[in-house]
């Protein structure tokens, strides 16, 4: 698909980017190389592709879920400045 020279300014301006009159030739062959290229991407026949979640397809090792650390809110709790209920109290900063 090939892009005219009102197109690429066109898209330079929904961009917000600032073109030169001397540039607009080579962004004009090159966004119409990229839109080439995504219409033969387009083309390949896939249906017999199965999707993946990721191009590498591995699994991740997961450690196993156990409790490593002692439950230790009573302590914590007996330094703190504010506590109710088990809960800490902390001032109000929204109004």
Do not use: C, W
Request: glycine share 4%; charged share 25%.
């Amino acid at each position: 698909m090939a892009l005219d020279q009102d197109q690429v300014r066109g898209i330079a301006e929904l961009s917000r980017l600032q073109i030169d009159d001397a540039q607009i030739g080579e962004y004009q062959k090159n966004l119409s190389n990229i839109l080439d290229l995504v219409d033969q991407l387009a083309a390949v026949d896939t249906t017999a592709v199965e999707p993946m979640a990721h191009p590498l397809d591995a699994v991740q090792r997961l450690r196993a879920d156990v409790v490593t650390e002692s439950n230790e809110r009573e302590r914590f709790q007996k330094i703190a400045p504010q506590i109710a209920d088990g809960h800490y109290i902390v001032p109000k900063v929204v109004e």
